[in-house]
């Protein structure tokens, strides 16, 4: 079954394939995975398409800053649609607002295309492995003999490495709207515990262990419980978003409220550290470096779309320190450079003597700091204080 992905996890940065930091390794045969930028004969050859393009919050236009900006999957759709033969089988593997599927036309004159709902649940810093033993494949189609059949297709595709029994198919819509919710609970969960620490540093309870003691409990579960700075990333506030909008266009008005308080409270979460911060060092960061180590949304990542970091520094930025100092152990400091040079708060740092510092070693950014700030836990970040750091401090 020739199969063609579009567009295969590349960084909108770098271009560069994002395999970061796992292993691939494949059985030697004849070449099976091929990139191209020839659409039309890639598609005409194909039994299967799969549309990956990126799916960003829109940023203009009606439902700005919240609804999903299809524009990049519509172009995909209308050439796919164009080039595909009869009978090619088209897959939203693109997070996509529910009904997608029956808005967007995939069709050409007289000809038949079955779309499928196949979203992708992979996390980034884990892509290969959470590929290679996803927990669940989950397959939406039309509820018809020729949407089964297509459904059947796909599974097989997946059952060389996935066992049967963690392929779910349901209908087109469902599968759709799971692959938000599913982000939305996991986003909810944090902003639940986020909410707990808040009532813990009021209180003297610790919120790592009201984590464990409820986490015990089968039916929360331990995972996603982990309190701090709040999500970040490309997908769990574009998606809870969309969540918010598709409720707002249904005139649900509850339903979007319930979920864009987990928005409000992740930013609080961010906020609250920031707070905490300043009072730290007498409410004045006048005459002071703060070092920030980790600007990467998230451990063994790259990734700085939507970073805790980037808020912190903005904030931080705005209270007129001497230094930000900033280091992460996979991002590029001229990236990073780059993307801070953005903020409006930069200029007004600068015209009161301040700076923002990106170092390529995490020792030197924490020389003379007044305080370090672990905004991305990487693993290096964990060790216990030794000796050459505390000397530099
Ligand atoms: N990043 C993740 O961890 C992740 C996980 C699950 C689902 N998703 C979903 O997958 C989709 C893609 O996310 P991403 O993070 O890979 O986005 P991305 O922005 O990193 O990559 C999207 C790619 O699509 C390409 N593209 C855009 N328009 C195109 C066109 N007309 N023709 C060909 N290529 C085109 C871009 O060049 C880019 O390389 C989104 O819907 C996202 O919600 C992402
Ligand atoms: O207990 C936790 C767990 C995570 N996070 C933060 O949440 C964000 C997202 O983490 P994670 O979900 O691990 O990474 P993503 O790559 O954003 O993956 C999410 O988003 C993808 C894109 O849709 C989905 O495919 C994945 O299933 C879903 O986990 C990061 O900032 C984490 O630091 C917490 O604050 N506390």
């Not at 919240?66 to 090619?88: C, I």
């Not at 979203?119 to 884990?126: K, S």
């Not at 249904?250 to 300043?278: G, H, K």
Request: proline share 5%; with cysteine; glycine share 6%.
């Amino acid at each position: 079954m020739a199969l063609f992905y579009l567009w295969l996890c590349s960084t909108p940065r770098t271009g560069n394939l994002q395999f970061a930091t796992s292993a691939v390794s494949a059985p030697a045969s004849s070449p099976n995975l091929v990139f191209t930028t020839d659409l039309p004969t890639s598609v005409s050859e194909a039994d299967v398409v799969l549309i990956a393009v990126n799916t960003p919050t829109k940023s203009h236009g009606r439902g700005a800053g919240e609804a999903t900006d299809m524009a990049a999957f519509e172009v995909v759709t209308e050439l796919v649609s164009r080039h595909a033969n009869p009978g090619t089988i088209i897959v939203e593997k693109s997070t996509v607002p529910c009904r997608t599927a029956k808005l967007l036309a995939i069709h050409r004159p007289g000809v038949h295309f079955d779309v499928l709902s196949n979203p992708e649940f992979l996390a980034a810093g884990t892509a290969v492995a959470d590929l290679l033993h996803a927990d669940r494949i989950l397959i939406g189609s039309s509820n018809t003999p020729s949407g089964h059949r297509a459904a059947a297709a796909l599974a097989s595709v997946y059952a060389s490495w996935i066992p049967q029994s963690r392929i779910i198919t349901t209908n087109v819509f469902s599968s759709e709207l799971a692959k938000l919710v599913a982000n939305a609970m996991l986003a909810q969960r944090i902003s639940s515990i986020n909410s707990i620490a808040a009532v813990c540093d009021e209180t003297g309870a610790d919120v790592d262990e009201v984590a464990r003691a409820i986490g015990a409990d089968p039916r929360i579960g331990r995972q996603f419980l982990r309190a701090g700075i709040g999500f970040g990333g490309s997908c769990f506030k574009k998606d809870v978003l969309s969540l918010v909008y598709l409720a707002e266009t249904l005139v649900l008005p509850e339903v979007a409220d319930y979920w864009r308080a987990v928005i409000a409270m992740n930013e609080f979460a961010r906020n609250r550290f920031v707070s905490r911060v300043i009072k730290g060092l007498n409410n004045t960061l006048a005459g002071k470096k703060v070092t920030v180590l980790g600007y990467a949304f998230k451990k063994d990542t790259n990734d700085t779309r939507e970073s805790p970091a980037l808020d912190i520094i903005r904030s931080l930025a705005e209270e007129g320190p001497k230094e930000i100092a900033i280091f992460d152990p996979l991002c590029i400091p001229a990236q990073i450079m780059d993307e801070v040079s953005g903020f409006a708060g930069l200029r007004a740092l600068q015209s009161r003597g301040g700076r923002v510092a990106v170092y390529a070693d995490a020792y030197a950014a924490c020389q003379g700091s007044h305080a370090v700030l672990i905004t991305t836990e990487f693993d290096e970040f964990k060790n216990t204080p030794s000796e050459r750091t505390l000397e530099h401090l």
